[in-house]
């Protein structure tokens, strides 16, 4: 069975897309902004601060679909400047140091939105118990 599970921003409408699909133990979580449910970003200028929300925002969407952060199996980062890479390790690292999934970090030109610095998205499978 596939699920969809949506968090209501004015995002999903326009886009026509869903936060994220669980597949049986497929988990895959869309590629994720610091914007809260009013719209406003959290952290401008701050790319330690938004990392750490948007993967609060991401394990949400896990929990919801059935899945924990231990799950992930890969993530995948797009920040707007490389040079800043330590800033957004800091807070991988606090949300994934003992589950270590593969990980990919790319730069990009811009995001959606001039004052996101970075978006990340997640790939995870859920663990029999």
Do not use: C
Request: charged share 30%; glycine share 8%; proline share 1%.
């Amino acid at each position: 069975m596939r699920y969809r599970y949506g968090t209501g921003t004015t995002w999903e409408d326009k886009v026509g897309y869903s936060r994220a699909i669980r597949h049986g133990k497929v988990v895959e979580v869309a590629g994720t902004v610091a914007v809260n449910g009013d719209g406003n970003l959290i952290g401008e200028g701050d790319m330690y601060a938004q990392a750490v929300y948007i993967l609060k925002k991401i394990e949400r969407a896990l929990h919801e679909a059935g899945a924990s952060l231990k799950d992930v199996i890969r993530t995948r980062t797009f920040v707007t400047d490389i040079s800043r890479w330590e800033e957004f390790a800091r807070a991988h690292n606090e949300f994934f140091d003992s589950v270590r999934p593969v990980a990919t970090l790319v730069e990009v030109s811009k995001l959606i939105d001039a004052r996101m610095l970075i978006e990340i998205e997640v790939s995870a499978i859920i663990e029999e118990n």
